[in-house]
């Protein structure tokens, strides 16, 4: 089993930056792919950013150069430094993990981008 809790989210104007984090707790040995996805009102919940196995982050293509994941300095936690905002990055963010072929969610944290 595997926990997350994520943080960070709120109200931003446009053009502003925010910073998500994600600790995950219970069985991190396991963890082999740990990231963000989104879920706007009326859309699919869709990738934004993420570590895998192999090693360096993927990026959904509307967000490149303009988000960043990190990771901290133990495994079990992730960052999503956001700049550069814009009203469609409003969403609820999702902080995932697989672990042994099991999908893990966090609660999901708000981000509202709007003047």
């Known amino acids: 089993q595997v926990q997350l809790v994520e943080s960070g989210g709120g109200l931003v104007q446009p053009g502003g930056s925010l910073r998500l984090s994600c600790a995950a707790s219970?069985?991190?040995?396991?963890?082999?792919?740990m990231g963000w996805y989104r879920q706007a009102p009326g859309k699919q919940r869709e990738l934004v950013a993420r570590f895998t196995s192999g090693g360096g982050p993927n990026y959904a293509d509307s967000v490149k150069d303009r988000f960043t994941i990190s990771r901290g300095n133990v495994k079990n936690i992730v960052y999503l430094q956001m700049n550069s905002l814009k009203p469609e990055d409003t969403a609820v963010y999702y902080c995932h993990t697989l672990s042994l072929g099991i999908d893990y969610w966090g609660q999901g944290t708000q981000v509202t981008v709007s003047s």
């Open positions: 219970g069985s991190i040995f396991s963890i082999n792919v």
